[in-house]
């Protein structure tokens, strides 16, 4: 079957806008996750989802990022007055439940350029 | 909180040689750990991971991976690169609920 997804593969933006990511996992996995990576650095957590709820956002830098996913489904990650050092690859992976056992399968990134 | 080190920051080899990648994490407890891989132009990938059992767990592609408790390791290994191996590679560790922790990666060139 299909793998994630994430559009759009690459975002350009000025400093101050407002952007939004969006993630399309695979079918029937139950949990999602979000991670930012940053030129010459491994993927860092941001936020996990199982089902519609956040069950952990303990990795989000500051409340500009804001994720959702409201039918359990597609993510939109959301950046509001994006700065400069928001540019990086954002990364969308996900599992069938969550479990510490599970695999996380990744999409191919979101790059995200804040001018 | 959990952390990952990856020594080698790029590793250059020739085809044929023998590959052997550090990672040693900081978490005491139970650990899961994983070795992923982003081929150029691809997505990250699972190589392998270790959860209980076997220390030494084989991978795809003739990669294995050996967990040393008493050293909090889980290097990488292969016997014999291909040109197809370049790659960056990344260490993770995760423990219970806590989120997955990587490491900065190693980029692995190798050359004819």
């Known amino acids: 079957g299909a793998g994630v997804s994430q559009t759009p593969s690459n975002k350009v933006t000025e400093k101050g806008k407002y952007v939004e990511l969006r993630c399309d996992p695979i079918?029937?996995?139950?949990?999602l996750y979000w991670y930012r990576q940053s030129l010459g650095q491994g993927p860092e957590f941001l936020i996990y989802?199982?089902?519609?709820?956040?069950?952990?956002d303990s990795g989000l830098p500051n409340d500009r990022f804001f994720a959702v996913r409201p039918e359990g489904s597609v993510s939109t990650l959301k950046i509001q007055r994006t700065e400069r050092g928001d540019s990086a690859v954002y990364l969308c992976a996900s599992s069938a439940q969550g479990t510490h056992t599970d695999t996380q399968y990744f999409g191919p990134g979101t790059r995200l350029t804040v001018l | 909180a959990q952390s990952v080190s990856q020594h080698n920051h790029h590793v250059i080899l020739s085809e044929a040689a023998s590959l052997e990648l550090g990672c040693n994490y900081s978490y005491g407890g139970t650990v899961n750990l994983f070795w992923y891989v982003q081929y150029p132009g691809q997505h990250l990938q699972l190589l392998l991971k270790y959860f209980s059992g076997d220390p030494l767990v084989k991978g795809i592609k003739g990669f294995e991976a050996e967990f040393i408790k008493s050293k909090f390791s889980f290097n990488l290994r292969k016997p014999s690169v291909q040109w197809s191996d370049t790659a960056e590679y990344f260490c993770a560790v995760k423990s219970g609920n806590t989120p997955l922790v990587f490491g900065k990666g190693t980029r692995l060139s190798v050359i004819a």
């Open positions: 989802f199982q089902g519609t709820g956040a069950a952990d």
């Open positions: 079918s029937g996995h139950t949990a």
